[in-house]
């Protein structure tokens, strides 16, 4: 089952513009991540922010995390064509008997045009 | 590259047939975890191995097993295969059991075609 919920679900923007990705979660969260997938490739990782951080940045990245409206924001400033992948925000969740578990969302597909 | 190796990159079989998945974890890392991605379900959690045992299950099938050997690689086992099981599995690895900041780096997957 989806606990992240991505929106948009695809979003097209110029190059040099920024691009804002959300993600909306439904259960308590130990961590939130955000994945980033070219197509048909593997999921590489970008940023984890605890459930007690409330925005974290790297590089071009700003997530910021509110658990009250349990979302989540990824901004991507000054895009670069480079950066059109689909992005997932991933909820990383106590599964009982001592596990976590790591549950993705659908994805928002950005398209940055040069 | 995220140093998570998967063999092969493409597989085609035929229903009804049982297929291998292999995956070696990064050089440190203890845990695997095995994922299936698909266009109408998206990427689904499978399950997990820490140190050669079964750690936590997520939606995968009865006909669908795993395990990690001593030398922390692993099988992923799909047998009886239907078409719906046509997806991307992807295997991922981290240092620890998981939670808290473990983070999973992703191999390149597998894309299983079932004819």
């Known amino acids: 089952s989806q606990q992240g919920e991505e929106d948009p679900q695809a979003l097209s923007i110029q190059e040099g513009e920024n691009a804002t990705m959300n ?26 922010i605890r459930s007690n951080e409330r925005e974290k940045h790297s590089g071009r990245l700003r997530v910021t995390l509110d658990t009250s409206k349990k979302s989540s924001s990824l901004l991507i400033t ?33 398209s940055v045009i040069p | 590259d995220s140093g998570v190796t998967q063999t092969p990159k493409h597989l085609i079989t035929a229903t009804g047939q049982r297929v291998t998945l292999r995956c070696s974890p990064r050089s440190g890392d203890l845990s695997v975890y095995w994922y299936q991605q698909s266009l109408d379900q998206g990427l689904q959690f499978l399950i997990q191995y820490y140190n050669g045992e079964e750690r936590a299950k997520g939606n995968i099938l009865e006909r669908f097993s795993a395990q990690q050997f001593p030398d922390l690689h692993s099988e992923l086992n799909l047998s009886s295969l239907e078409l719906g099981d046509s997806a991307l599995y992807f295997c991922a690895s981290s240092v620890g059991a998981g939670g808290h900041t473990d983070t999973q780096y992703f191999g390149p997957g597998t894309r299983l075609t079932v004819l």
Do not use: E, M, P
Request: proline share 0%.
């Open chain 1, 23 to 48: 993600c909306s979660y439904k259960t308590s969260i130990n961590n939130l991540q955000w994945y980033r997938q070219n197509s048909g490739r593997g999921l590489v990782h970008l940023i984890l």
């Open chain 1, 78 to 110: 000054a895009s670069r064509a480079a950066d059109t992948a689909s992005y997932f925000c991933a909820t990383d969740a106590y599964s009982g008997a001592g596990s976590y578990q790591l549950t993705f969302g659908k994805g928002t597909k950005l």
